[in-house]
Each structure stands twice: as C-alpha cells, then as structure tokens.
C-alpha cells in the first residue's frame, strides 16, 4: 500500500484568547488599565474594523489593510498621535522623535536618518555579534542545565549593541542599572492609568507612580551628563554627533540640551527592548519547535560554516529572517499603536467622525482571521518569496507603517538576525513545560515575570 505523508501538524504557541462579546463597560475598563489586549473582543480578529463608543467618544479598531494604509500613509495628517499615547511617554520622551508631531517632528526625522542608512548600519553587525558572543561565554560559565531568564538575557544584549553602536560604547552608563530603570518605568508609567481615564494633570499620573518618577529622573540625569561630556569633546562620528550637528534647513533650529536628551532616551528605549523582545519570542518558538530550530542551524552551518557571523551572512540567512518575521507576527514588540481623528475623514470606505480614538491592534492584526492561513501557527514558511508575494503591506505591520514606520527596523532586522543565528549555533534552550506564560502589555508586549529556559550547551 502506498505510504501517505500527512502534512506536518503546526506548532500553536500560547496565545491570548480573545472574549466572544464585547466585555461589560467596568470590566473593560479594568481590563484597560490592566491589559489592554485581554479586552479586545474576537471581533477584531474577525472583522475588517471594529467600531464601539457612543456619541461621546468612538473607538475604531482597524484590522483592513486598506484602511490602515489610509491611516498611515494616505491620510496620515488626518490621523496624529493621540493624547492617550502623549500622555504615557511624553514625561520620559518629551519631544523626541517617537513623540514630536508636524514640522517639529519632520526636521528631527530628517537629521537623524543618516545615521540609519543601510550601509551605516551594515558596519555595525561586527558589534552584534561581540554582544551575542559575550553573551555565549557567560552561558557557558553558568554551565549545562542552568536556567536563563530569556527577556533579561536579551535586554542585556540588545542594551550593550545600542551602546556600541549609537552611543559609542556609552562609557559612564551602569547597563544592569539603566535597564532595570527602564524596567520600573515601562512597569509603572508605561501604561494607561486611571489618572488618564479622567484625564487629571499629568503630574498626578506620575505622583501615584513613585518607583517610575525616580527611574526617569535617574535615566533623564544619566543622559544629561552623557549629553554635556560629549559636547565638551571631539567628534566620534556616532549618532550623538550627528544629533548634536542636526540642523532644520528651513528654520535653522538645532537641538538643545533637553531635546538631545528626548532623543537619546528615545534610541535607547525604543532601540533595544523592542528588539530583545522580538528575539527572547524568536527563541522561544524555536524552543518550542525544534524541527524548525534544526533548519536554522543548518542554515547559519551551510551559510557561514564555523566563523564568526558576518553581514555578508545575514543577508544570506533567509530562514533564520523569516524566523524573526514569525515570532514578530504573533508576539509583536508593540501590540498596539493608536492615533486620534483629527476631522471627519473616509477610510478604507468608512466614515470617520473627528475625535474617534483610532486603535491599530497590531497582535489581533498579524492574527486575523481574513489576512492569515492558519492564523495561530507558527510556520516561518510563511514569509518565504512565494506566500510573500501577494501579501498587502499593510497586513504586517510590526514596525508599523507610512512616513512614521520604525527608523531603525533594518537596523533591528540585522541584529535579530545576526545576534540569533550566533546564539543557537553555540546553545539548545529549551521552554520550561510548567511555565505558564502570560502576555502583558506595558506599551511593549513582555512575558510577565520573565521567561525561564533551560540551557544546553552545544
Ligand atoms: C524589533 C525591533 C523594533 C520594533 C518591533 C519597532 C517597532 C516600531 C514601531 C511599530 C514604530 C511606529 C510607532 C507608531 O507609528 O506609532 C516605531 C517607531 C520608532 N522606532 Fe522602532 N522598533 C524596533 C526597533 C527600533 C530600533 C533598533 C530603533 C533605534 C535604534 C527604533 C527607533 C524608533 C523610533 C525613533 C521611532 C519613531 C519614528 C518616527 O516616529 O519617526 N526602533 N518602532
């Protein structure tokens, strides 16, 4: 009798199982403050938008990605960052990049493009690498079987590549120290509180947060000394100079000391806990799947053979790519972004009234019923050349979209990249089967208390 083979059964990690109905008003609310992303119902997994509100406040959820291109490209005037976003990260970030809005945000966007063009970033693999070996050597000093916490072990990489790279090493910051304030602040401050809920003055936001306040005036003190030693000294070359060189051609503003010091924090915050996250999932779904983690490594060993990784190599690492382009379509870094309506507009056929808070549900997006196969299952196949093709660019959007999409995603592709396939060529890490995992949302999506795994060394 002629043998069947059956198709291979997807792996289906945990996910967050979305309600049948619409929570009741208090529950949703607490749930906002809460966890935002338990609260979203199996509607916008489903439906093309997802409309709730009443006359005094709309919120659209919006999954079409015709739709979201109206709101981020087409009609993005139409649709700035709203007060809700300002009011959780402007006290650390003020008006840096990921927060200006207009003119004000356009000038900084073009001085600090430079800095991420390609082969800019292409130099700075060697340093990659360096922080992914280091990291290997500790490992093999904890030895065989010990148990890692994933999310810290990636944040502390990713940390020491910013450093290295924008920061020229950054000489003067604790790293353990910094990112553990980071930590207390994205814990505390980094989220919906119910001083925004009523919207009180924002100082009562940060009055009921102790433990975030002190962690920002920490952080915002270390940047300020960063920022007066550098203008004290020779030029390096590196980001801090090309800001502190940056110039608006059409008004001729420069950076001052506060905004150089919204900007650095910006980079450091938004350029390497996004990324650990996208690789501590890409680990973990590996770890999940080792048929899957068996192809990446004979990738990087026919790729690369024993040396060191290089960029000439990433480039070459199509696997291990749509590997990190799987773990960032189920757990994206930022599961959420959002803007306000600034006047009544069409969008994607839907008419929009001025004021309506408009949610971009990147997790439920990059899971949607009408835009995936397979919705749930990690299968990295997904993203090779055929299944790509026909898919809309708006439909994955993990460094979101338009003139704002992420100014560093080729930078944080090739560390993802890089740093992985140094990583599991040198370890096996293995989930731990009682761990039960819960996604929480802090304006990043973190595993709650962490993620144990078990090392085996190779
Ligand atoms: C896997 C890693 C990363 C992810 C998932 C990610 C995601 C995003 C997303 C979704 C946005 C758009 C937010 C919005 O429109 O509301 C964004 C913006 C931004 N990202 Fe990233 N990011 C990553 C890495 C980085 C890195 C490495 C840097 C810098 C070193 C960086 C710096 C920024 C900045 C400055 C913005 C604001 C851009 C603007 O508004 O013009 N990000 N990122």
């Not at 019923?369 to 898919?391: I, N, T, Y």
């Not at 990583?423 to 144990?452: A, I």
């Amino acid at each position: 009798m002629a043998r069947v083979d059956l198709p291979k059964a997807l792996l289906k990690p945990p996910s967050v199982i979305p309600p049948d109905e619409p929570l009741p008003y208090f529950h949703a609310v607490w749930k906002l403050l809460d966890n935002p992303i338990e609260a979203w119902p199996r509607a916008v997994y489903e439906e093309p938008y997802y409309l709730r509100g009443d006359e005094r406040q709309m919120f659209l959820y919006a999954a079409d990605p015709a739709m979201l291109k109206d709101i981020l490209l087409d009609r993005m005037s139409a649709f700035p960052k709203d007060w809700m976003f300002d009011r959780v990260t402007k006290p650390a970030l003020g008006e840096g990049l990921l927060t200006a809005q207009g003119e004000h945000w356009k000038w900084q966007r073009r001085a600090a493009a430079p800095g991420f063009r390609p082969d800019n970033v292409a130099a700075m693999t060697p340093a990659m690498v360096s922080a992914a070996e280091a990291a290997l050597a500790r490992w093999r000093d904890m030895g065989q079987g010990a148990r890692l916490d994933i999310a810290s072990e990636m944040t502390a990489i990713t940390f020491q590549v910013i450093l290295d790279t924008m920061l020229s090493g950054g000489e003067g910051i604790d790293v353990p120290a910094a990112a553990q304030r980071i930590t207390d602040y994205l814990e505390t401050l980094g989220k919906v509180t119910p001083a925004d809920l009523f919207r009180l003055p924002l100082w009562t936001r940060v009055a009921m947060a102790p433990r975030g306040y002190r962690a920002m005036v920490w952080l915002k003190a270390m940047v300020d000394r960063m920022v007066a030693r550098r203008r004290q000294e020779a030029e390096r070359g590196d980001l801090v100079d090309l800001l502190l060189r940056a110039e608006d051609s059409e008004t001729g503003r420069r950076m001052d000391d506060a905004l150089l010091r919204d900007n650095l924090l910006t980079f450091i915050g938004a350029g390497h806990e996004t990324t650990a996250l996208a690789l501590t999932w890409s680990l973990y779904l590996l770890g999940l799947d080792p048929e899957a983690a068996a192809r990446v490594r004979a990738e990087v060993a026919a790729v690369a053979g024993d040396a060191t990784i290089t960029q000439e190599h990433v480039e070459r690492l199509a696997f291990t790519r749509q590997v990190v382009q799987e773990a960032m379509r189920l757990y994206p870094s930022l599961p959420l972004m959002s803007r306000i309506c600034a006047e009544d507009v069409e969008v994607g056929g839907l008419e929009v009234k001025k004021g309506t808070f408009v949610f971009i549900p990147v997790y439920a997006i990059h899971r949607h019923r009408r835009l995936w196969r397979d919705p749930d299952a990690f299968d990295p196949d997904r993203f090779g050349p055929a299944e790509s093709a026909g898919r809309h660019r708006f439909a994955y959007l993990p460094f979101g979209g338009g003139p704002r999409v992420c100014i560093g995603q080729t930078f944080a592709m090739i560390e993802a990249v890089a740093v992985l396939a140094t990583l599991v060529r040198g370890v096996t890490l293995e989930p731990d089967p009682g761990h039960r995992l819960r996604l929480l949302v802090r304006v990043s999506m973190r595993p709650q208390g962490g993620l144990p795994m078990t090392l085996r060394l190779r």
